[in-house]
C-alpha cells in the first residue's frame, strides 16, 4: 500500500520566494493534516481538512501561508514570502474517519531551508 | 490550554537494557492517546490507547494508559540498536477532528 506521499523531499531556497509543498493522502483516507516540526516547538498542528473541507486552521502561523485540497487526493501548503524562520520540517498526515480508532499515518515530509 | 509532556527528554541505554518512557496530559476532552517512533523521516504509528489500565502490546513493546493520573508509559525490553528514534507521545481529543497534540518527544539512544 502506499503511504502518505510528499514531495519535494528537500526545498533549499532564498527569503522572498514563494514555496509549495504537496501532498498526496492515503487512498480512501479523508482527512488530511499539515504539521510543522522544529527542534524548539516540537510537532504542531497547522490546519486540517476533512472531506477536503478546511475545518481548523488557527495553527497557521500567518497569513503568508495557505492550504488548499482541491480534491481527495492532493492537497498543497504554500509560503509566500518566505522567511529564514519558516525553516523546518513539515509534515502531512491522513487519517480515515469512518469506523473508530483510526490513528494518522505521516509521509516523509519535506525538509525546507529558507535562507 | 491543552499540554502533553514527555519524560524524560533523551535517554541512553544500551543494548539488552530495558527503558520506560513517560507521557502526561492536561487536555479537555479526551479521546485517546497515541505513541509514534520518529528514527529520520515520518512518526510511525505504535499504539493507541483509549482504556485505562489495558495493555496494548507488539513484540518488545507495551504501552499503557492510566486515566486517573494522566499519563501513559512505553516500555521497551530487551533494546536494540534498532530502537534508537524518538518517540512522540499524542493526544486525541473529542469534538476536535481528531486533531492531535504532541508532547516535545523522548530522544532514545541505545548503543551497542
Known amino acids: 500500500d502506499a503511504g502518505v506521499i510528499q514531495s519535494p523531499r528537500h526545498e533549499v531556497t532564498e527569503m522572498g520566494q514563494e514555496v509549495t509543498l504537496r501532498c498526496k493522502p492515503i487512498?480512501?483516507?479523508?482527512?488530511l493534516f499539515w504539521y510543522r516540526q522544529t527542534m524548539m516547538r516540537g510537532l504542531e498542528l497547522l490546519i486540517y481538512?476533512?472531506?477536503?473541507?478546511?475545518?481548523?486552521d488557527s495553527g497557521m502561523p500567518e497569513d503568508r501561508f495557505s492550504a488548499k485540497m482541491p480534491n481527495a487526493s492532493f492537497s498543497t501548503l504554500k509560503i509566500q514570502p518566505s522567511e529564514p524562520r519558516d525553516s523546518a520540517v513539515y509534515f502531512c498526515?491522513?487519517?480515515?474517519?469512518?469506523?473508530?480508532?483510526?490513528?494518522?499515518?505521516f509521509g516523509d515530509g519535506t525538509r525546507l531551508s529558507i535562507l | 490550554e491543552d499540554k502533553v509532556v514527555q519524560s524524560p527528554l533523551s535517554l541512553v541505554v544500551h543494548e539488552g537494557d530495558t527503558v520506560t518512557l513517560n507521557c502526561s496530559y492536561e487536555?479537555?476532552?479526551?479521546?485517546?492517546l497515541l505513541w509514534y517512533k520518529q528514527e529520520k523521516k515520518a512518526p510511525t504509528f505504535l499504539f493507541m490507547l483509549?482504556?485505562?489500565?489495558i495493555e496494548k502490546k507488539s513484540g518488545r513493546l507495551s504501552s499503557i494508559l492510566d486515566k486517573k493520573e494522566l499519563s501513559s508509559i512505553l516500555n521497551i525490553t530487551a533494546t536494540q540498536t534498532g530502537d534508537s528514534a524518538i518517540y512522540l507521545c499524542?493526544?486525541?481529543?473529542?469534538?476536535?477532528?481528531?486533531?492531535?497534540?504532541f508532547g516535545g518527544g523522548t530522544r532514545l539512544m541505545v548503543k551497542p
Open positions: 483509549t482504556s485505562s489500565g
Open positions: 498526515a491522513s487519517r480515515r474517519d469512518r469506523g473508530s480508532n483510526q490513528p494518522q499515518h
Open positions: 487536555v479537555t476532552n479526551f479521546r485517546s
Open positions: 487512498s480512501g483516507h479523508n482527512s
Open positions: 481538512f476533512n472531506n477536503n473541507v478546511p475545518i481548523d
Open positions: 499524542a493526544v486525541e481529543l473529542l469534538n476536535a477532528g481528531n486533531m492531535l497534540t
